[in-house]
């Protein structure tokens, strides 16, 4: 090798050495720093005198080197400190989204953030953070956190007289003798001046007054009418409506024009079947004139709206026991009583004395213990416990203390729910299926 190409090579690899060298020295002296930065702030902090902490400390966690971390630690208790002089507060989330944004974020910093929105009554902030750790660190600690606080609501102003079950995201409620739909919030959607109103269904409600029988949108404005008189109206849903006519009923869709097919009694459609009853026996029927389930029984469990059919199950009555029926399938044991199931979780079933809850295999998940009790509306079930109505979700644990003298079902993130003032409707403030690990 040439001698010049060697004192190029030798000058290379010296321009190295030098170049690690200084970076190495650069950095030791950045951490140096910051931790006298930190040391002179932490005398401050012993005397009380924070705000004066405060520009050493930021400036130290401003530093990209090994103890940022610490500086960030205690610039968070200085700003906690300061959190009545404005300002602070905002200084404070600010480190915090620094921490929860890194890569590698620690599931703490998630539930310290958590625990600050927390208590400043900012929980909707606070839920969204959580789950948000809970995706990016699969943390059980954050799961319990999330856990304990998502049943956190909302309770409305506005009180009805009267209300139902919450259906399609809208309720049917009474003020004043007359009815009206409200949304599952309880905000009034159509004024309370009917005699009778079905559920609310497919951009309609069938409403009955002074013996007319219409059918109206969410605007109050009539979108058909019924030709001829009827006694009574049932429910209206899967663009189907139950007629009264001469003591029979019968069904018609949305456009109030009666079908032929006759029955003693038939409840509100859901899933596209409806308990029905001919010739003194009651079965399942679907939209057209097919029986999912033979009328041959002595009853069909259904709610306080007429439904009986969910997740493919639905409880008959017999012989004076209740039995589930899952597709043309006997299955599990008898019970004492009923409620049907909803669109998702276990229904409430009685046995000994007790409510409590199956699935749709018959299995018992949630021991016989309470003295009334609604099937689960999303993830909650409104129990009876010591005469007041609360909620549990589903792992059987009370997660809204019994404190209402009754309550319905959950649906649209909402629950009606009656109090001293009358019905009201309480609202999470988040409504999220279980978050699992």
């Not at 940022?68 to 959190?83: D, G, W």
């Not at 939209?287 to 007429?306: K, M, N, Q």
């Not at 669109?343 to 998940?365: I, M, P, Q």
């Not at 589903?394 to 404190?403: D, F, K, Q, R």
Request: net charge negative; with cysteine; proline share 2%.
């Amino acid at each position: 090798m040439k001698k010049g190409s060697r004192t190029l090579i030798a000058a290379i690899c010296a321009g190295l050495v030098l170049t690690s060298w200084l970076i190495a020295f650069n950095s030791k002296s950045v951490g140096q720093k910051q931790l006298e930065l930190i040391k002179q702030a932490s005398m401050l902090v012993q005397d009380g005198i924070y705000i004066r902490a405060v520009p050493l400390l930021e400036e130290a966690a401003g530093l990209n080197a090994a103890h940022t971390l610490t500086a960030e630690e205690e610039l968070k208790k200085v700003y906690l400190e300061l959190m009545k002089n404005r300002g602070f507060g905002r200084r404070y989330i600010d480190i915090l989204e620094r921490q929860m944004n890194r890569r590698d974020a620690d599931p703490a910093v998630f539930a310290e953030a958590a625990g600050y929105y927390i208590s400043i009554s900012r929980t909707t902030e606070a839920l969204s953070i959580l789950r948000t750790g809970i995706e990016r660190t699969r943390s059980p600690e954050l799961c319990s956190m999330y856990e304990l606080n998502r049943y956190a609501y909302q309770m409305s102003r506005t009180t009805y007289d009267l209300v139902s079950a919450i259906n399609e995201g809208t309720v049917q409620v009474q003020s004043g003798g007359l009815w009206g739909i409200a949304e599952a919030d309880g905000v009034l959607l159509i004024p309370c001046e009917y005699d009778k109103i079905s559920t609310y269904s497919a951009d309609r409600a069938i409403v009955m007054k002074d013996g007319e029988i219409c059918a109206v949108d969410r605007n109050n404005n009539r979108v058909a009418k019924l030709a001829g008189r009827a006694e009574d109206i049932g429910n209206y849903a899967n663009d189907r409506i139950a007629l009264q006519i001469e003591g029979s009923w019968k069904r018609a869709r949305g456009d109030l024009v009666p079908g032929t097919m006759e029955f003693q009694q038939i409840g509100m459609y859901s899933g596209g079947y409806a308990a029905a009853k001919v010739d003194g026996k009651w079965g399942v029927v679907g939209l057209s004139s097919g029986w999912l389930i033979p009328p041959e029984y002595d009853g069909i469990v259904r709610d306080e709206l007429g439904r009986c059919y969910a997740q493919g199950a639905v409880f008959v009555q017999s012989g004076g026991a209740v039995y589930l029926i899952v597709g043309s399938e006997r299955i599990g044991v008898a019970y004492e009583d009923a409620r049907p199931f909803t669109d998702h979780g276990y229904a409430a079933v009685k046995s000994g004395g007790k409510w409590g809850f199956v699935d749709t295999d018959g299995n018992v998940v949630i021991d016989f213990q309470y003295s009334d009790a609604l099937s689960f509306g999303q993830h909650l079930a409104a129990v009876e416990i010591g005469g007041l109505w609360g909620y549990i979700n589903m792992y059987g644990s009370i997660v809204i203390e019994p404190e209402f003298m009754e309550a319905k079902s959950f649906s649209s993130g909402s629950a009606p729910v009656l109090t001293g003032r009358g019905w009201q409707f309480i609202t999470l403030l988040e409504y999220k299926k279980e978050v699992t690990l």
